[in-house]
């Protein structure tokens, strides 16, 4: 059982490296400075907003809120996985 479990921890750190990979090719880091969604993002936020600039802001936010979330929630499990896989030999 621990040898499965072993596995499944490195298919989700294997499946998390690939989609930090995509997200920041997407440019969705939530980084202050560089968080810049591509153009197939920022179309599909503007159409969500249609008309309303400052509704579109405020998506922006809810947005960029969301990444924030993703990458802290799944960075501080990836971490934890790291630990469990390296603790796991004792």
Known sequence: MLAITWVLGAAFLG???AEYTHEYHEGVM???????PDEEITAQLTKAAASDQQN???LTQN?????VCYFFLTGVHA???VIGL?????
Do not use: N
Not at 30 to 36: Q, V
Not at 86 to 90: A, G, K, L, T, V
């Open 79 to 81: 971490f934890h996985m």
């Open 86 to 90: 390296d603790c796991s030999h004792f």
């Open 15 to 17: 499946i998390k490296a």
């Open 30 to 36: 939530p980084a202050i400075s560089t968080f810049h």
């Open 63 to 67: 947005f960029r809120m969301y990444w």
């Open 56 to 58: 579109l802001g405020s």
